[in-house]
């Protein structure tokens, strides 16, 4: 199997940008043609949470729209609806492909048997699935991250900043991709200060239960663990996350965000004093580049592995309060260093 090795790896920043807003349970599209008259652009599927929950899919979302205005290529996002199958993904990637979408990318790992499936049907569209490598095709770019590196950073950041020797981190799914941000995190935390407690929760099993879309189950989760004393809370959980933000900043606490640099989302400005930082990991980038590698011509089917050494994931520093802290800020340059050197080996499961 090849690696995809023409489509070069964006830096974090690529992570902030501005995020257009989608509506909820419908598609943005604009069914411009590209010159060469056959692709009308790029078409994402979104995972569960869609647009507008301001980590995980909103990456997906800015950089389709940078792709759209940077390349002048067409765009259209479709929504996904509760307690669908995978027969109902099946019809939505087909149905893009159908239309003249090159690439069509699967937001989430959750697409996999919907795209191995499909992109064997259709193989003269590229296919993008972004937290999955399993799909061993030529027209299916596999994006994925070493999430487990920029959680350690989030951990040593933790570490440093709480006053409570308590911090908490909360999990939407309990699933191996999820694990790989808690392992980080408690092993970042534990390598800095082995007298921080960390307290661990997952919201649900299945995404289907609400694990990643849920701000009230987020916002429950982290008013008990900051109940029971921490006063840092990291979360994995996509929309509810947002819950989980809400629950520290009402209690004057400082909330990690994921994913995207939450302190700069809009719909969360009411509470970014309180988000220390984010771990972030450049779904916008990749998402940019496998549509480059499309007009180009030039895309091929394999694993992109985006890591801290190459800025596909990092810790966000939007937060002044965060650039402040002196001693956290050496302790995370000093992680930094070692991570990228090889000599700090981060777990991905406890």
Not at 120 to 138: E, L, R, S, Y
């Amino acid at each position: 199997m090849r690696r995809v090795s023409r489509i070069a790896l964006a830096s974090a920043a690529t992570a902030a940008l501005a995020v257009s807003a989608t509506a909820c349970g419908g598609t943005s599209s604009d069914a411009a043609k590209n010159d060469d008259g056959k692709s009308k652009g790029v078409a994402i599927a979104y995972d569960i949470g869609g647009a507008g929950d301001q980590s995980f899919n909103d990456a997906a979302t800015a950089g389709m729209d940078r792709a759209a205005k940077d390349l002048k290529v067409g765009k259209k996002a479709v929504e996904p609806t509760d307690g669908e199958s995978d027969a109902d993904k099946v019809q939505r990637l087909t149905e893009l492909a159908k239309q003249g979408y090159n690439p069509v990318i699967g937001v989430g790992y959750a697409y996999a048997p919907a795209i191995k499936e499909v992109a064997a049907k259709n193989p003269d569209v590229t296919f993008g699935i972004v937290d999955d490598a399993t799909i061993k095709a030529k027209n299916v770019a596999d994006l994925v991250f070493n999430e487990e590196q920029s959680s350690y950073l989030a951990g040593v950041a933790a570490a440093k900043a709480t006053k409570t020797k308590t911090v908490g981190f909360i999990g939407g799914v309990d699933n191996p991709l999820i694990r790989k941000f808690e392992a980080g995190f408690v092993q970042g935390v534990q390598d800095t200060d082995k007298s921080v407690k960390v307290k661990r929760q997952f919201l649900t099993e299945k995404a289907e239960d609400g694990g990643f879309s849920s701000p009230d189950k987020g916002k429950e989760a982290a008013s008990g663990q900051i109940e029971g004393d921490a006063d840092v809370v990291y979360h994995a959980a996509g929309l509810s996350g947002q819950g989980v933000i809400e629950a520290a900043a009402a209690k004057k606490v400082w909330a990690i965000g994921v994913d995207s640099d939450q302190y700069k989302q809009k719909a969360l400005d009411k509470y970014k004093k309180y988000i220390l930082t984010s771990a972030t990991k450049d779904v916008a980038g990749a998402v940019y580049n496998l549509v480059k590698s499309v007009k180009d011509d030039k895309a091929e089917g394999g694993v992109v592995r985006a890591d801290l050494k190459s800025g596909g994931v990092g810790l966000a520093d939007s937060n002044p309060e965060f650039t402040k802290m002196k001693d956290l800020q050496a302790a995370v340059k000093k992680a930094e260093q070692g991570i990228t050197s090889g000599k700090i080996k981060v777990k991905t499961a406890l």
